[in-house]
């Protein structure tokens, strides 16, 4: 969930986002208090970090970090969507993640990395907290929350590539693409009148991207799902009408 800024009247700035990025400066530590990486923490424990911390914006299809860039800062996603992309050995893209606002990203050091593993876009446009990655180890060894809180977070995020690793590996296309689709509403979807939207732009190559196949095959999925009324597709946008139909469709021995 979004992390909602605002002015010293309780209204929320109206302004251009860069009057917003100004305001981080004086967050107040209650906004960060329920994120994970920040729950366990006084609020004079979250202080410290925020004032160690800067502020960028990234517009969306911006890149934040390409993979095997030196991993010079990690990032708190206060707003907006990020996805994480891999590139194959033969140049293909995959998206192996997608990254909620309220968590963290780009930790290279907590995987032991002195380089970024992949690369991260923004998906929409997005607000960010920087740290230099030096202040990683001092975090971990200062604030027992903040470290708890980040393990946790890399242990989910290992299953969750080890799982998309295993669905590539062992599940026909339409399962892949069909799972694929029921995490991005069970994670960042928004209900409608038509149902439940992905919230945020996701094309079909965007999709192709996540489950390993092509284009092709996710638009003659697509077309057949429409067609059917499991789901509506237009442009950048997807609503799941009938879930219950889809989480038929990502069960093995799925009829195609």
Not at 27 to 48: K, N, Q, V, Y
Not at 74 to 79: E, K, P, R, V
Not at 203 to 222: A, K, N
């Amino acid at each position: 969930m979004a992390v909602k800024i605002r002015n010293s009247c309780g209204e929320q700035p109206t302004g251009h986002v860069d009057r917003v990025i100004s305001m981080m400066r004086k967050l107040d530590e209650s906004l960060l208090s329920h994120l994970a990486p920040f729950a366990g923490l006084t609020r004079d424990e979250i202080r410290e970090i925020l004032d160690q911390a800067s502020t960028q914006r990234f517009n969306a299809g911006e890149s934040i970090f390409d993979e095997g860039a030196v991993a010079e800062r990690f990032f708190l996603l206060l707003d907006g969507y990020v996805r994480v992309v891999r590139i194959t050995d033969g140049g293909d893209h995959v998206t192996v993640l997608h990254i909620p606002s309220g968590q963290l990203f780009g930790i290279a050091s907590a995987l032991g990395h002195t380089n970024y593993p992949a690369t991260s876009i923004a998906v929409s446009e997005s607000i960010t907290l920087a740290w230099p990655m030096r202040l990683w180890s001092d975090f971990e060894a200062r604030y027992e929350g903040f470290s708890t809180a980040t393990q946790r977070a890399v242990g989910k995020r290992m299953t969750d590539m080890h799982d998309r690793f295993v669905e590539m590996a062992t599940q026909q296309v339409e399962q892949r693409v069909a799972n694929a689709l029921l995490r991005l509403i069970n994670q960042m979807g928004r209900k409608t009148d038509q149902g439940i939207e992905v919230d945020f732009p996701i094309t079909r190559q965007d999709l192709s991207q996540m489950t390993g196949t092509t284009l092709h095959t996710v638009s003659r999925l697509l077309s057949a799902w429409e067609k059917s009324g499991i789901v509506e597709s237009r442009r950048k946008h997807i609503v799941v009408s009938r879930p219950q139909d889809l989480v038929l469709k990502a069960k093995p021995g799925a009829q195609h």
